[in-house]
C-alpha cells in the first residue's frame, strides 16, 4: 500500500476528509520550498501537491503561471524539484508528496530516469498535465510498480468512457477539476460538482480530490459534502505572492489552518 493510498484509509477510518494544498517548487525562491512543505504538514496537509516548473503551462491560471516564472528564474527545474523532496524527507517520512507539472520536463529526462529517481527522492504520486490515460498505459505501470500512484485529471466534460479509462489507469485517488477553465478561477458550481461526483464513484473505488477554485473555508468545506479531498493552490500561491519571501511559510501556515479546522469542524 502507497503512502497516499494509506493515508487515504486512515482518514477514512477517522471519517475525516483530506485536506491538499499545492505550491510550485521553487517560489518565491528555492530555499523557501521544504520550509513551505513544512508549514503545510504543520497546517494540517495531509497530501501536497508540488507544481514542477513548466515554462508554458496550459492549464494553470496567471498565479500559477507567476510562481513558475519566479521558480524558473532561480533556475529550477525537475531536478531541483527532487532534490527538495529528498531534503522534505529527511525530517517527515510520512506526509505524501505529489509531484504535478507536463510531460516536457519528464520526457526530457527519460521516463525510467524520472521515475527511478522519484522512487529514490520519496515522490509518492505524479500528475501529468498534458498525459491522457489512453497514451501513458506504460508510463503508469513503471510508475505503480516503483511505488508511485499516477493520478490523472478529470473534469466536468469527461464522459463515462474517459472516467472508466481514468478509473483503471489511476491509483491513489482521482483529481477532479471543478470548472472548465484554468486554475485560480472562481465560478464554483456546488451543484454541479455534486451531480458530478456520484457517477466517478460508480466507476472506481479510488477517493475523488476536487480542485481548482476553492478559495476559503467555506468552499472547502461544502466541496468535502461530495469529495474525499478537497485541493487548494491558487489561493496558497497568492498569500506568497502578497507578502515578503521571509513571510511565506507564516502566512501560508495561518491561510490554511482555518481550512483544516473548517474541514474538521
Do not use: W
Not at 498525459?131 to 503508469?140: L, S, T, V
Not at 477532479?176 to 456546488?190: C, E, N, P
Amino acid at each position: 500500500m502507497s503512502r497516499i493510498q494509506a493515508r487515504f484509509e486512515a482518514l477514512r477510518k477517522a471519517g475525516r476528509k483530506a485536506l491538499i494544498p499545492y505550491i510550485t517548487a521553487g517560489d518565491p525562491a528555492p530555499g523557501h520550498t521544504v520550509p513551505l512543505l513544512r508549514a503545510l504538514v504543520e497546517a494540517g496537509a495531509d497530501v501536497i501537491e508540488l507544481g514542477v516548473p513548466f515554462s508554458d503551462p496550459m492549464a494553470d491560471g496567471p498565479v500559477v503561471q507567476r510562481a513558475s516564472e519566479r521558480a524558473l528564474k532561480h533556475g529550477v527545474g525537475l531536478s531541483s524539484v527532487l532534490a527538495m523532496v529528498m531534503e522534505f524527507r529527511k525530517e517527515d517520512a510520512a506526509t505524501p508528496i505529489v509531484l504535478m507539472g507536463y510531460a516536457n520536463p519528464i520526457e526530457a529526462m527519460g521516463t525510467e530516469n524520472f521515475i527511478g529517481a522519484a522512487r529514490v527522492a520519496g515522490v509518492d504520486g505524479v500528475i501529468v498535465v498534458d498525459y491522457p490515460p489512453e497514451e501513458c498505459e506504460e508510463f503508469a505501470a513503471l510508475a505503480k510498480k516503483n511505488g508511485i500512484d499516477p493520478i490523472f485529471l478529470l473534469a466536468p466534460t469527461s464522459t463515462d468512457e474517459r472516467i472508466e479509462q481514468v478509473a483503471r489507469a489511476g491509483s491513489g485517488y482521482l483529481y477532479y477539476v471543478s470548472l472548465r477553465g484554468v486554475t485560480g478561477a472562481s465560478h464554483l458550481d456546488f451543484g454541479e460538482i455534486a451531480k458530478k461526483i456520484p457517477a466517478i464513484r460508480a466507476a472506481t473505488k479510488l477517493p475523488i480530490g476536487v480542485g481548482f477554485g476553492i478559495r476559503d473555508a467555506d468552499s472547502a468545506r461544502k466541496i468535502a459534502q461530495a469529495a474525499d479531498a478537497v485541493v487548494i493552490g491558487s489561493r496558497i500561491i497568492q498569500e506568497i505572492e502578497n507578502g515578503s519571501s521571509q513571510e511565506a511559510a507564516s502566512r501560508v501556515r495561518a491561510f490554511l489552518k482555518p481550512i483544516r479546522q473548517a474541514l474538521d469542524a
